[in-house]
């Protein structure tokens, strides 16, 4: 495919979206390199992404952009890239999220530095998805959040609860101080364990530094927050599993995730590479599957919207405070970082994306007060 048929490929997929290629709408992309076209229609969705970081295209509206090419579905549209198949391949061949590459994710993302983090979440550092409901702003949607799955778990004060995927201790700090909860958390991020040690010093909570599948014990709640985007296909029905056996026969298991429309065994070229490696998103057929035997279904709350209002905020406030983090971070990284907050906003406003609260009982138990979505 010669250099012009490419150009005019790819502007007619921008087309379909309504984008015009170098035109004056905020949702427009400007080229600055001419190679990008052929780079794009051969690579995808990495090509895309990198072009961006290099510099080859600008949007005023990066949110916007990608909101119209889901609503118009250009991916499908578009031939598989070599990246892609392969990383589909992999997830096929290989358990990408065992217990040796469990450690990956959080040295590749969630240690970048805390610096990082500080600036751009809230104060209680929650980097999950908030709830809006009657929030004015990102710190009382992030305690409403929190509030939220407390009630859901009907929690009293002493209860055990073990937290799988604890991020920086805010959701353990939390149900500690407000509901008396005494929360044993895990996580593969040597920044989230130290700071949430810290955090939570003088509580009744532990902190450790290791892989969910080591839990053992028994609790009265288990809860995951975050978790679940990096178990991957292959292990949903081991933590299902593992949950059950954690839980006392009167126990409630909640999962806070991102959820996808179609079941899949990777996420894009993009993400995999540069933002959460061995990641996945879980679609309903595959938790369902997963918990079959293991729970029952007592509530599935989807209020996927928020994450949306959640990204946005973090993407201001990234911006903000990138004066003072660019001493840090390259630029490259800061294109980087901005594509990734700004493409998944869209994802959840053209709703390509879900985010879902569900709560579990072990079968031939009831828990009528957890069902308040």
């Not at 009657?134 to 009382?140: E, G």
């Not at 709703?351 to 957890?370: A, D, E, H, N």
């Amino acid at each position: 495919m010669n250099n012009k048929r490419v150009k005019q490929t790819f502007k007619s997929l921008m087309n379909m979206a309504g984008i015009t290629v170098n035109g004056s709408k905020p949702y427009d992309i400007q080229v600055k390199n001419d190679d990008f076209y052929y780079r794009v229609i051969q690579e995808t969705t990495i090509g895309l992404g990198e072009s961006y970081m290099d510099h080859w295209w600008d949007c005023k509206s990066l949110d916007r952009f990608f909101e119209k090419v889901l609503y118009a579905n250009i991916v499908d549209k578009v031939k598989k890239d070599w990246a892609t198949v392969w990383n589909i391949f992999k997830s096929k061949l290989f358990n990408l999220q065992n217990r040796r590459r469990a450690f990956v994710v959080g040295k590749k993302h969630y240690d970048i530095g805390n610096d990082l983090y500080e600036r751009m979440l809230d104060q209680r550092m929650q980097y999950t998805c908030g709830y809006w409901k009657d929030a004015a702003n990102l710190d009382t949607a992030q305690e409403a959040k929190l509030d939220l799955v407390c009630k859901k778990l009907n929690l009293e004060p002493g209860m055990k609860v073990i937290e799988l995927g604890c991020g920086f201790g805010g959701f353990a700090k939390f149900a500690a101080q407000r509901y008396g909860a005494h929360v044993t958390g895990f996580t593969v991020s040597k920044n989230q364990a130290e700071y949430g040690q810290r955090l939570c010093k003088n509580l009744p909570v532990e902190i450790r530094l290791d892989d969910y599948r080591k839990a053992k014990g028994k609790y009265e709640r288990a809860v995951s927050i975050g978790l679940m985007e990096h178990v991957g296909y292959k292990n949903y029905r081991t933590y299902m599993k593992l949950t059950h056996k954690l839980l006392k026969n009167n126990g409630i298991s909640f999962v806070h995730t991102i959820g996808s429309n179609i079941s899949s065994t990777t996420s894009n070229s993009w993400t995999s590479k540069y933002i959460f490696p061995n990641s996945v998103v879980p679609s309903i057929s595959q938790l369902g599957k997963a918990m079959e035997g293991y729970f029952v279904m007592e509530d599935w709350h989807n209020f996927g919207e928020d994450y949306d209002k959640t990204l946005m905020a973090w993407y201001e406030n990234f911006n903000q405070g990138w004066p003072q983090l660019k001493n840090n971070y390259s630029d490259r990284f800061y294109r980087m970082w901005e594509y990734y907050l700004l493409s998944c906003a869209a994802a959840f406003r053209a709703r390509s994306l879900q985010l879902w609260q569900i709560v579990l009982t072990k079968p031939g138990k009831t828990c009528p007060k957890c069902r308040i979505s």
